[in-house]
């Protein structure tokens, strides 16, 4: 019995830290994020990120403009039935001009973003090569993050990508360990998470 609560407590606390470290990884990708503008800073109250959240189409697609600079005005032709003129039609109609986003009758901008196609958007506006290049689009670009260490193996591709992925993904793709910029504004490590 002793052996049993001795391998489940060493379980619970190798868990707990492995979660601490890909907490963190999560945090230090959405603060290089917001120090780059892409997203809006919220350092200061991390949760405010709400990492373990889904993300829309949407928001997905602001995220996507911001890192690729994508020229966006500000107003709404209406190009989708479904888009409502509010603060995400902007970014998906520059989405559309710049080719991300193929024009059909409706976007589904609330609905949730899979991982297939955020992979996708951040190969474009990254402007990565994929590494494959076969009659699968959605494994060629998950065999190319994983080749570019951008992402795990085990990798659910047809699964609602959280934000924190998206961050991660998107933060790696810039090699944020090594901008000397994102060590500098964030002085320490508690300055990080």
Do not use: H
């Amino acid at each position: 019995m002793k052996k049993l609560l001795s391998i489940v407590i060493l379980l619970s606390i190798t868990f707990s830290w492995v979660f601490a470290l890909t907490e963190s990884e999560q945090y230090k990708s959405a603060n290089y994020l917001a120090m780059k503008t892409f997203i809006k800073d919220f350092s200061k109250s991390p949760s405010e990120y709400r990492i373990n959240d889904n993300i829309t189409r949407k928001e997905a697609m602001k995220i996507i403009a911001n890192i690729w600079f994508l020229k966006v005005e500000n107003k709404c032709i209406g190009k989708f039935k479904d888009v409502e003129d509010d603060w995400g039609c902007k970014y998906i109609e520059a989405a559309l001009t710049a080719w991300f986003i193929s024009q059909t009758d409706k976007f589904r901008p609330n609905d949730n973003i899979t991982v297939a196609e955020v992979l996708k958007l951040i190969f474009k506006a990254r402007n990565l090569d994929r590494k494959f290049n076969t009659w699968d689009w959605v494994k060629d670009y998950v065999n190319s993050a994983y080749e570019l260490k951008l992402t795990d193996w085990d990798i659910e591709w047809n699964t609602d990508a959280k934000r924190w992925w998206i961050f991660v993904v998107i933060a790696k793709s810039f090699d944020y360990l090594n901008d000397k910029n994102f060590i500098l504004f964030y002085s320490n490590e508690a300055d990080i998470k």
